[in-house]
């Protein structure tokens, strides 16, 4: 199990056409190719702020944990979350008055950013599932101190994929769920969690390896409530095991629409 508090993350500004992005990079690095998980905060700080429609070459969850806005014709608000199976499109991502704030969670990193429908001859498979779901936070104080509910969120998929939503009290130990599948995400929605005498606040992020055993968490005074998603078990399905994604080639992979940057990331 390895944590990251939101302080500990490297942020980056990505100045679009369409609108700003700040990102913050929890497990490896937004628009860049490496092996292991990628997963980073993006906010869309302006109203009317946009991502056009696309896919991507891996499965990835977005969880949306500030703001409001839609994401095609559906409300998003926190805490939504959706998974796509690779080569799925999904958006346009839209931001409303208040901006819009969602992780975006891979196992491996993506090749790229593929506009649809102009990169609609990439696609290197059909497009797969899209599932969605949400967790309703309430004050972490409401569930008893030193209690732990874990609340399913989705009913588990045939090849792992699943979601839960756990409430801790006030200095409250718990379990979260077994990691059975391709690995999981645990997102600190609410309150905060302690693990080996460090805080971990709001916004903090959990990874879990798969075959790990179910992680523990301790919640602090203030209680804590969490969500966790896990992906699906690797299979001959492409963009879903990540030792197969990590034989493509870096250097030649990455694929972003010229029109999509206004101007360079800056760092």
């Known amino acids: 199990m390895k944590l990251v508090s939101p302080e500990a993350t490297d942020e980056m500004l990505v100045d ?4 700003r992005n700040i990102i913050h990079n929890y497990f490896g690095v937004q ?3 490496a092996e292991g998980p990628q997963a980073y905060l993006v906010d869309m700080p302006d109203e009317g702020s946009r991502i056009s429609p696309h896919y991507h070459d891996v499965d990835q969850y977005q969880v949306v944990v500030g703001g409001d806005g839609v994401i095609g014709p559906h409300p998003l608000r926190p805490v939504t979350f959706q998974y796509a199976d690779a080569y799925t499109p999904y958006g346009p991502i839209i931001a409303h008055k208040d901006g819009l704030t969602f992780y975006t969670l891979r196992m491996a990193p993506s090749g ?3 506009d649809m429908p102009a ?3 990439l696609m290197k498979a059909k497009p797969g599932r899209s599932i969605a779901g949400s967790f309703t936070l309430g004050d972490p104080y409401g ?4 209690q732990c509910v874990v609340e399913n969120l989705h009913v588990t998929e045939p090849d792992g994929i699943t979601a839960a939503g756990i409430r801790l009290g006030a200095n409250a130990t718990g379990k979260g769920i077994a990691s059975d599948a391709g690995g999981q995400y645990c997102i600190v929605c609410s309150g905060e969690v302690v693990h080996e005498g460090k805080r971990y606040p709001r916004l903090s992020l959990i990874l879990v390896e798969a075959g790990e055993p179910a992680p523990e ?4 005074a203030l209680g804590a409530e969490l969500l966790v998603v896990q992906f ?3 299979s001959e399905r492409l963009g879903s095991d990540p030792r197969q994604l990590a034989t493509r080639d870096m250097q030649a992979l990455y ?3 010229k029109t999509w940057l206004k101007e360079d990331a800056k760092h």
């Open 232 to 234: 699906p078990r690797p």
């Open 112 to 114: 790229g950013h593929f």
């Open 16 to 19: 679009r056409a369409e609108g």
């Open 255 to 257: 694929h972003l629409p």
């Open 143 to 146: 569930t008893p101190a030193g």
């Open 31 to 33: 628009q860049r190719i």
């Open 217 to 220: 968490f301790t919640a602090g």
């Open 119 to 121: 990169a609609r001859h």
